[in-house]
């Protein structure tokens, strides 16, 4: 494991970029897991040949279901078969060839053994014969899954609780700060259940414990300690330009979970899970138009619980069309009420209702199966849909740009959703300013929410306490008065740098705040936070501490604050120089330049320009298109070029430019997550098999923007003037578009 590289940070600041591990791991480290999964690889292909020996069977939830034989996370194992004394015993003697291979060897006192109710008596005793361990309570969980819930549902989540409370145990509270504890939350705690919430719906009182829990610990208290919230949750759980600290609420991230696993199952997973789940409930119909019955798994429950979050927002993009069920599935608009209606048919595809030899639908099984108004849509589907068999059907997440499921952007659609929480300008600015460390800009942060414990603050709270100042005794300690109006206070503002009279300053935080955002340069906005920072501090020394406070020290610490500064983060990749020369191979017998444009209003262009070997210009043309993204304009340029090239009738090899990365990256490997827009798909399959069945012939390759100023200004061009130009540019258009006949000096061919 010696090419794993890991990084640190301190204050929210990379140190040194990264470094590898060159002591091996240990336990703890996030990577041991992975050497488990390399050990147990082998055990996987032992229960594998077990089962194609017929030594083992296994177990299937219906008779013509995938067989489970075994689950394993790194050193967690889990075996399904039969009671049969043959099956039991080559378990065994698997578990022992194992053994006296790898050296690892089960632990009994950690092992439990589970019973279907159908298991006799006598059967368990010759199955714990062999494997002689306790039998397993009721409440068992695996991975932090229940295996089965025991009939008082809340209880069966005791151990996720017990997890999050021995985590917290090992944090030593009074060492971190507000914006440290916050940190914990979002990237360690909140990501604990996170496993769980992917395969069921967690009650509503888990949920609200577990969130209880976050709550004290971010307000500096554990356990059963009371605690004093300044701030409510909701509103803690919103975006940073929403006035949060951009933590989750639980039962939104719980549904977005359930979504993403619902998403796998319906875009044709070919995990044991999924296989598993279709054969037990999907047999003879889909999935859309059954619902959960008693009975049936957590996870079956779940999906058809939040399955109306998702249904709207799926599309079945054909390709070959072979795929897709032809009834009860969003191919088309009006499938929905079809669901009701239509007969169920066995493996009847989408592909089965298109006459290849004519290249039209075929009306006779459309009218058969559908409304006459879905007939209509059908066949008025544009382009005509069906592709090559080589291109895949792909079921697409209409709100995500590249149409694969995003947890992130459900996440927010949910949230947005349930609670449409007005944009905090002022808060929002506060997380961009990074020279101010986390616990500063949270500092800030406080003082937009009123959330400071001032005596008048307290006060509003715990009626017994005084509301006046205990440094100054002469006005109430409102949080302005303490920063800025104090007399301690104003003389280190107006002995700063920034030199301000803070006695003529709004009464109002915010206002105050906001002054500052406004009047402001970036510098002097951090050093106006490390002084406010620095003034909370000397204020909270002399209350708690009986220190006599000293304006000059105060500023001296803000100014220490101040000249603090991080190490940039280190980069693996040196940066391309702009001005660097692109080297083209002279086996090209000519080079094309291609670029897209696209404006909001809609309108868009494409611009092609094609070079002999010899650096002459052959050929610029250009055209409006009707598109409606970035991202398909430069598409749309390719497929331009593509036919320039076609019609030219050029020598082969050509090589294709374009400054669009996500394309030329996708094209060239493959990655469905490079894809920028999901209504591309069809199109941009077809451009790949054809680039891959004429790799000889066609090469693309990526470029920065000013290595294709020539088509770049063609397709704006097109897009301005919405007319099309092909051939060789006369004089006067040269000096119009201020072309050369020649290839731009940044290519040398060799």
């Not at 331009?640 to 990365?661: E, G, N, R, T, W």
């Amino acid at each position: 494991m010696s090419t794993s590289k890991f990084s640190s940070k301190l204050n929210g600041v990379a140190q040194g970029g990264f470094f590898t591990a060159s002591r091996g791991l240990k336990q703890g480290c996030p990577m041991s897991p992975y050497l488990f999964i390399l050990a147990t690889e082998v055990l996987s292909k032992l229960f594998n040949e077990a089962v194609q020996s017929s030594k083992i069977q296994g177990f299937k939830v219906k008779p013509n279901a995938h067989p489970i034989t075994h689950a394993l996370y790194a050193d967690d194992l889990v075996i399904f078969g039969t009671t049969q004394q043959q099956e039991v015993g080559a378990m065994r003697e698997i578990l022992d060839t194992f053994a006296s291979m790898s050296g690892l060897r089960e632990n009994p006192e950690k092992s439990v053994i589970w019973f279907s109710k159908r298991a006799t008596s006598r059967n368990k005793q010759g199955v714990l014969s062999i494997f002689p361990v306790g039998y397993a309570p009721r409440t068992t969980t695996y991975l932090g899954c229940p295996i089965s819930n025991a009939g008082y549902y809340t209880k069966d989540y005791i151990n996720l609780k017990e997890r999050i409370m021995n985590k917290l145990a090992g944090w030593k509270l009074h060492t971190l700060s507000f914006a440290g504890r916050t940190e914990l939350i979002r990237s360690v705690l909140q990501s604990m259940p996170m496993h769980v919430m992917a395969t069921q719906l967690l009650p509503m009182k888990v949920l609200n414990d577990l969130s209880s829990i976050f709550k004290k610990f971010l307000w500096g208290k554990v356990g059963h300690n009371r605690y004093l919230a300044l701030v409510g949750w909701e509103k803690i759980c919103t975006t940073f330009q929403q006035g949060g600290l951009n933590l989750r609420n639980l039962h939104t991230l719980n549904v977005s979970w359930v979504m993403k696993t619902l998403y796998n199952f319906l875009a044709g997973n070919k995990t044991i899970w999924a296989k598993v789940c279709g054969a037990k409930y999907c047999e003879g119909k889909g999935f859309w138009e059954g619902n959960y019955q008693k009975g049936n798994s957590d996870l079956w429950k779940a999906f058809h619980k939040i399955k109306h979050c998702i249904k709207d927002d799926l599309l079945w993009v054909i390709g070959s069309g072979s795929k897709i069920p032809a009834i009860g599935q969003p191919w088309y608009p009006n499938w929905k009420t079809d669901i009701q209606h239509a007969p169920q048919v066995a493996d009847l595809s989408v592909r089965d209702l298109f006459d290849f030899e004519l290249n039209q639908w075929r009306i006779q099984n459309l009218t058969q199966f559908f409304h006459p108004n879905s007939v209509h849509q059908i066949q008025n589907l544009k382009p005509t849909p069906i592709q090559d068999r080589t291109v895949p059907d792909r079921l697409v997440w209409k709100p995500s740009k590249n149409g694969l499921f995003s947890l992130k952007l459900a996440y927010q659609f949910l949230a947005n959703q349930s609670q449409e929480a007005p944009t905090d300008h002022l808060a929002g600015k506060i997380w961009r300013i990074n020279d101010l460390q986390p616990k500063i800009r949270a500092f800030l942060w406080k003082i937009t929410h009123n959330a400071l414990p001032t005596m008048y603050e307290l006060r509003r709270r715990i009626p017994r306490i005084s509301p006046v100042c205990p440094r100054c005794g002469m006005e109430n300690e409102t949080i302005h008065h303490m920063l800025f109006i104090c007399t301690v206070s104003r003389a280190v503002w107006f002995c700063s740098p920034l030199a301000i009279r803070t006695e003529e300053l709004l009464l109002d935080p915010l206002q105050t705040l906001q002054w500052a955002f406004s009047n402001l340069h970036k510098k002097q906005l951090t050093l106006f936070g490390n002084i406010a920072w620095a003034v909370w501090k000397s204020r909270n020394a002399y209350v708690f501490g009986a220190h006599n406070e000293n304006p000059t020290s105060t500023l001296a610490e803000a100014m220490a604050l101040q000249e603090v500064k991080g190490h940039p983060i280190s980069r693996s990749i040196e940066e391309v120089h702009m001005d660097e020369t692109v080297n083209i191979s002279s086996r090209y017998a000519a080079v094309c330049l291609l670029d897209g444009s696209w404006d909001n209003n809609g309108r868009s262009g494409v611009g092609v320009a094609v070079y002999c070997n010899k650096g002459w210009l052959l050929h610029i043309s250009c055209k409006p298109e009707n598109v409606g993204s970035p991202f398909q304009a430069e598409l749309a340029a390719l497929q331009h070029a593509l036919h320039v090239i076609s019609d030219l009738q050029v020598s082969k090899p050509i090589l294709f430019l374009s400054d669009c990365m996500y394309l030329t990256q996708y094209l060239n490997e493959g990655e469905e997550e490079l894809v920028q827009d999901w209504r591309t798909i069809p199109a941009i399959f077809q451009c790949r098999a054809f680039l891959q069945q004429n790799h000889d012939l066609f090469v693309l390759q990526h470029v920065n923007r000013n290595h294709i100023e020539v088509p770049h200004k063609l397709a704006n061009l097109a897009r301005v003037t919405q007319r099309s130009f092909h051939g060789y540019p006369s004089t006067q258009q040269m000096g119009q578009l201020e072309l050369s006949q020649r290839l731009p000096a940044v290519f040398s061919f060799f």
